[in-house]
């Protein structure tokens, strides 16, 4: 059993940053694939970045270049740093586990375990 709580989450305006931290417990996630997922309201979920358990890592063509996830084994604890955000990021952002190294499918229905959301609001 895996345990993964959020948080980070805020109001900032457009341009601004954020990090969003994914604390992880239970059973180690260090060799498996992880990502973060956000939700706008009448929106489907959807994949932002994932980070394997190779440490690739790959990014939604919407927040490339701008969002970069990345994981502190020492600390079980998976990060979004958010810069130049837009209006369009705000959403409820999940992290989310599935027990294989590779991340491969990314619909959500892979992923075994999730966090509760934390929420990133961005205002113009």
């Known amino acids: 059993q895996v345990q993964l709580v959020e948080s980070g989450g805020g109001s900032v305006q457009a341009g601004g940053s954020l990090r969003l931290s994914c604390a992880t417990s239970g059973d180690s996630v260090s060799r498996y694939c992880m990502a973060w997922f956000r939700q706008a309201p009448g929106k489907e979920r959807e994949g932002v970045a994932i980070?394997?358990?190779?440490?690739?890592?790959s990014y939604a063509d919407s927040v490339k270049g701008r969002f970069t996830i990345y994981r502190d084994n020492a600390k079980n604890t998976l990060y979004l740093r958010m810069n130049s955000l837009k209006p369009e990021d705000t959403a409820m952002y999940y992290c989310?586990?599935?027990?294989?190294?590779?991340?491969?499918?990314?619909?959500?229905?892979?992923?075994?375990?999730w966090g509760q959301g934390t929420q990133v609001t961005v205002s113009s």
């Open positions: 980070n394997s358990g190779t440490y690739t890592t």
């Open positions: 989310a586990t599935k027990s294989t190294s590779w991340c491969g499918d990314m619909a959500p229905v892979s992923f075994s375990y």
